[in-house]
């Protein structure tokens, strides 16, 4: 498998936490620990509770991701 290969989903912050890391709910009901996209800092997205974010996931480890975009409302 590729190093580019990630499973992209779409899922709602339900926690924020420091550091710029959030808790992510997922469709399948999975929480997982996400992080912001080196582009979604720089653009200065402010992300808070309740936003609709897709995250990258890596195949390797289903518990962390990396938010890429927040959805419209």
Excluded: C
């Excluded at 580019?4 to 550091?19: A, K, L, P, T, Y």
């Excluded at 990258?56 to 890429?68: A, F, H, Q």
Aim: proline share 4%; hydrophobic share 40%.
């Amino acid at each position: 498998m590729p190093k580019e290969d990630f499973i992209e989903m779409e899922g709602e912050v339900v926690e924020v936490q420091r550091n710029a890391t959030f808790k992510v709910k997922l469709p399948n009901n999975h929480i997982i620990t996400a992080y912001l996209s080196g582009k979604v800092r720089k653009s200065l997205i402010k992300i808070l509770l309740g936003d609709m974010v897709r995250v990258e996931i890596s195949p390797y480890d289903l518990t962390k991701g990396r938010i890429t975009y927040r959805l419209k409302r």
